[in-house]
């Protein structure tokens, strides 16, 4: 049932957290409320939020973002878990046969993020899409699994005195979510300034 919006310009976030063990109750999982918490300091405009945990199954992954996407009607859905390379790992495989445009911007840039820190990094198989239907669209993204990573992909890197020194995939999110038909997001710049051009910026 597509999600009541309280106001126009409402976000609509989907958060899916990917995992065998986390979705079996061995663990308790990290990355939704990881994400919960990252939206709740960044987003200065209104949005609610949809999760769920599910285990690493490829047609359920399918499925539940479709679903997010189709029938509640997220304009963003994030996932997090499941982009490695080992067996079970088939998130990103997931994503891109939900999916009918790439954008393969936001991949290479995690990447680069994560690489400041770990050579593993070039592992990690994270993509993001657009998932179009006749009257909606949505951004669709994986994210890594950590706390610290996740927050660290949103946000870019910073030096001490607070200048970017990479910039995180969320700067470019509001601009894409316009782009598609999306509500026009606004953020706290200390957390995460937007970048749109001046254009598409929307006069006060």
């Known amino acids: 049932m597509m999600k009541k919006r309280n106001h126009p310009d409402e976000l609509l976030i989907g958060l899916v957290s990917i995992s065998d063990r986390a979705s079996t109750g061995v663990y308790e999982d990290q990355g939704v409320p990881a994400l919960k918490e990252w939206f709740t300091q960044a987003l200065s405009s209104p949005w609610q939020m949809e999760t769920r945990l599910i285990p690493d199954d490829q047609a359920t992954i399918e499925k539940i973002v479709i679903e997010l996407v189709d029938v509640t009607g997220c304009d963003l859905v994030m996932t997090t878990g499941g982009t490695g390379p080992a067996r079970r790992d088939v998130t990103p495989e997931a994503t891109l046969a939900v999916g009918t445009k790439i954008m393969p911007g936001f991949g290479e840039q995690m990447r680069q993020i994560s690489l400041r820190f ?14 179009e239907t006749t009257d909606h669209a949505a951004l669709i ?30 700067a470019a999110v509001p ?15 200390d957390v995460c300034k937007v970048f749109r051009p001046k254009s598409a910026l929307r006069t006060k």
């Open 118 to 131: 770990v050579p593993t990094a070039i592992l990690s198989r994270q993509v993001a899409v657009i998932r």
């Open 175 to 189: 601009y894409c979510i316009d782009l598609i038909g999306g509500p026009y997001i606004e953020t706290h710049d």
């Open 141 to 170: 993204m994986n994210l890594p699994g950590q706390p610290k990573s996740i927050r660290e992909t949103l946000e870019g890197l910073r030096d001490e005195a607070g200048k970017t020194i990479v910039p995180g995939i969320f």
